[in-house]
C-alpha cells in the first residue's frame, strides 16, 4: 500500500510572526516615503521663498526704494503647490517686507533682513487655513470671522474687555538703533464703545512691563484703516513686547493684513 507523506501547514504563530513582520517592514516604508516627500517639499518652499524674495528685493530700486505692497504688485503668485503670504512696511526706518511660501504642512520664508531661507512663517503672518490657532495675537477670545475681511479668507475679531492681548513671538529684540515695527488694518464694529483714549492701542512695553511706546487707534472707524507703529530698540531697552488690547465695555475690535518686521538677528 502506499503512504501518503504527512503534510504539514503553517501554524497560527507562524503566521502571526509573518503578519508583524509585513506590518513592520510597511511602516518603515510609508515613514521613509513621508520622510523623502517632506524633505521633498522643504525644499520646494525654501526655493520658492528665496525666488519670491528675489522679486521683492529688485523691485525696490525701481521703485523709490519702496518694498511692493502686495504680492501681485511684486508679480508673486501662487501656484497649484505653493501659496504665499506677504507683508511689508515702508513707513519704518529701515524699510521692510517678509515673504512666506507654504506648501502643505512645510514653509519657508525671507525677508528684508534675512536673504537665507528659514523654516516656518514670517514673524506675524496669519496663515488664513489655519483658522483663529494660527493668528499672530494671542487672545483667548480670537475669533477668525469670515463675514468682514479686508483680504480674502477672513479677520481677526477680538471682544471688548481684553487688554493683554500680545502679538505671538515675543519679546522682539535686537541691537540698539534697530527698530521693532507693527502694522495692520483695523475696523470696529457698529456696537463699539471705545474711545481714542481708552488703552485700545498698539502699546510697545519693555520686558519688565514698562510702557515704552504706544500708537492710538485716533481715527477708528467702521471701515478699513491701515495703522502703523514702531519702537527704536535702546541700549537700556534691548527687546520689547507689542499688546494690541481692545478695552471698550463693548463691541469687537478686528485685525486683517498683519505684519510684524523685526531687526536682523
Not at 55 to 68: E, S
Not at 194 to 208: D, E, L, V, W
Request: net charge positive; aromatic share 10%.
Amino acid at each position: 500500500m502506499k503512504q501518503w507523506a504527512t503534510q504539514k501547514g503553517f501554524t497560527i504563530v507562524e503566521l502571526l510572526i509573518v503578519i508583524v513582520v509585513i506590518a513592520i517592514l510597511a511602516a518603515i516604508t510609508i515613514v521613509a516615503y513621508n520622510g523623502i516627500q517632506n524633505r521633498a517639499k522643504a525644499s520646494a518652499v525654501q526655493s520658492a521663498a528665496s525666488q519670491a524674495g528675489k522679486l521683492a528685493m529688485t523691485y525696490a530700486p525701481v521703485n523709490n526704494d519702496q518694498y511692493p505692497e502686495s504680492a501681485a504688485a511684486a508679480g508673486i503668485n501662487n501656484t497649484d503647490s505653493i501659496r504665499y503670504l506677504y507683508s511689508s512696511d515702508n513707513t519704518a526706518s529701515p524699510r521692510g517686507y517678509c515673504v512666506t511660501a507654504i506648501n502643505g504642512n512645510v514653509s519657508a520664508y525671507t525677508s528684508s533682513t534675512n536673504s537665507a531661507p528659514k523654516s516656518g512663517i514670517c514673524p506675524g503672518h496669519w496663515d488664513k487655513t489655519l483658522g483663529a490657532a494660527g493668528a499672530p495675537i494671542n487672545s483667548p477670545s480670537l475669533v477668525h470671522d469670515n463675514s468682514l475681511t479686508k483680504t480674502a479668507g477672513g479677520s481677526m475679531r477680538i471682544p471688548a474687555g481684553e487688554t493683554n492681548n500680545t502679538v505671538k513671538g515675543g519679546p522682539f529684540g535686537g541691537s540698539e538703533g534697530q527698530v521693532v515695527s507693527v502694522s495692520f488694518w483695523a475696523r470696529v464694529g457698529s456696537s463699539w464703545t471705545g474711545a481714542t483714549s481708552s488703552n485700545s492701542k498698539i502699546r510697545f512695553g519693555s520686558t519688565s512691563g514698562t510702557l515704552v511706546n504706544a500708537c492710538a487707534y485716533n481715527d477708528v472707524s467702521t471701515t478699513w484703516k491701515f495703522y502703523s507703529c514702531s519702537f527704536t530698540l535702546t541700549s537700556a531697552i534691548p527687546s520689547v513686547n507689542i499688546t494690541l488690547p481692545n478695552d471698550a465695555t463693548a463691541g469687537y475690535i478686528y485685525y486683517d493684513d498683519f505684519s510684524l518686521v523685526l531687526p536682523q538677528q
